[in-house]
């Protein structure tokens, strides 16, 4: 386990290779764990085990795949110690993810949870027991967790998430670190069909990504933009694809939507709904936990909203250039897919304003292997550089970041390689 400590410099293949190892082992255990950590997502906060157990084999693919990640890291020193509180949706994701990026890089990762995942918490801190990269801290809550952080010299990166007002307060405490990530509210992540869009492909994209896991994603789709010449074929797939949806007991390896327990959601749901008065609603309902997918459409002005669970308003436009305007006019950039052909000067303005920007995408489940944050209300990070800090925002990618000494904005402009 020596060939962890955050003093090496990471140039040796040996040390790589005992990284790589260290991270099998740890894909091992999650996979061994697979059908609990399923029944601990459904009696945690109603998601169905279909979901929480491909989201395990997700973080298993991520950990054995990450030797295509040592190029980018090579040469670089870790931080120290990485701390992090990991949001209730997907966190064995979140283990696999900053995890196997802690432990490529030569840094400790400290982790706490969501007072939603009490079960799951206990399971990822048993898998996470005996690595020497790994230190889960079970009992106790968020904010003394983050107090802590801020105390201790060891913690040197943090991860947060939540909404704007817990990032502004890590942000007044940046001088206790050297780099901190917020991950903000995602808003209403958005979808726009252009005119010559496959219609079918975009609706089946759209429905299954608004609605995996009953939108409990930051990266699900809230809304859709239309071409008119699209709208009624588009609007017809979705309302298909959604009809698919079984909504029932979480426990049910049919059931694709669970009940929806976590009660801030089901407060952000009430509040959404009321001020989207002025849309149609054309499918699903809400009936306490069990909410059937919403899917609504409007020819007016859509609310930027703060919103999580399974809406979806769907709205047509003329003009290309409208919907781009109004696309861009949100104050939270983190994702939006497109399908068929932006207007010739969209692209640049799309990635402006949006941390991820999806072209003609098709797949489920996010790929995490891509870089990942928001722009605007939706993340920054801060970073030290010398006596000064530096702002940023858009995506990024784990291992780089984790890597003191890789110049990120130059291995972003790279790419990232296939599995």
């Not at 005996?130 to 968020?142: R, Y």
């Not at 306490?288 to 308003?313: A, M, N, R």
Request: include cysteine; charge should be neutral.
């Amino acid at each position: 386990m020596g060939s962890f400590a955050v003093q090496g410099t990471g140039r040796s293949p040996e040390l790589y290779e005992a990284r790589l190892r260290e991270m099998r082992r740890l894909a091992g255990r999650l996979a061994r764990c697979k059908e609990e950590l399923a029944r601990a997502g459904a009696e945690d906060a109603g998601f169905p085990v279909r979901i929480t157990s491909a989201e395990v084999d997700l973080a298993v693919d991520y950990l054995q795949t990450m030797e295509c990640e040592v190029p980018w890291i090579q040469g670089s020193q870790p931080y120290g110690t990485v701390a992090a509180i990991f949001p209730y949706d997907a966190p064995a994701v979140m283990l696999g993810r900053l995890g196997g990026a802690s432990l490529l890089t030569g840094n400790r990762l400290r982790f706490t949870f969501s007072s939603w995942s009490r079960r799951t918490a206990v399971l990822l801190a048993e898998i996470a027991s005996n690595f020497h990269g790994l230190e889960p801290v079970v009992g106790t809550d968020n904010r003394t967790f983050g107090q802590r952080c801020v105390t201790e010299e060891a913690v040197r990166v943090l991860f947060i998430s939540g909404a704007s007002a817990v990032g502004e307060a890590y942000r007044r405490q940046r001088d206790g670190f050297d780099k901190v990530f917020f991950a903000g509210p995602s808003g209403m992540p958005a979808a726009v069909i252009f005119a010559d869009a496959n219609p079918d492909a975009a609706a089946r994209f759209i429905a299954r990504r608004a609605f995996i896991n009953g939108g409990q994603y930051c990266t699900t789709l809230k809304k859709a933009l239309i071409h008119e010449s699209r709208y009624e074929q588009v609007r017809r797939g979705v309302l298909d694809w959604v009809g698919r949806l079984r909504v029932g007991d979480p426990f049910d390896p049919e059931t694709h939507i669970g009940p929806i327990r976590v009660e801030r959601t089901r407060l952000l749901l009430q509040t959404a709904m009321e001020q989207l008065r002025g849309t149609v609603l054309v499918s699903g309902g809400i009936d306490g936990e069990w909410v059937h997918p919403l899917v609504l459409e409007t020819g007016g002005e859509i609310p930027d909203l703060e919103l999580f669970g399974p809406v979806l308003v769907l709205k047509p436009f003329r003009h290309a250039e409208d919907s781009v305007r109004e696309l861009i006019q949100t104050r939270y950039g983190f994702l939006l897919a497109y399908f068929g052909s932006p207007p010739e000067d969209a692209l640049p303005s799309f990635h402006e304003h949006f941390g991820m920007v999806l072209d003609n995408p098709d797949f489920l489940f996010m790929p995490l292997r891509v870089p990942f944050g928001g722009r605007k209300a939706s993340g920054w990070i801060l970073e030290r550089q010398g006596d000064s800090w530096v702002e940023r925002d858009g995506a990024f990618i784990y291992s780089k970041e984790l890597a003191r000494g890789v110049p990120v904005a130059a291995a972003l402009r790279e790419g990232t390689p296939e599995r």
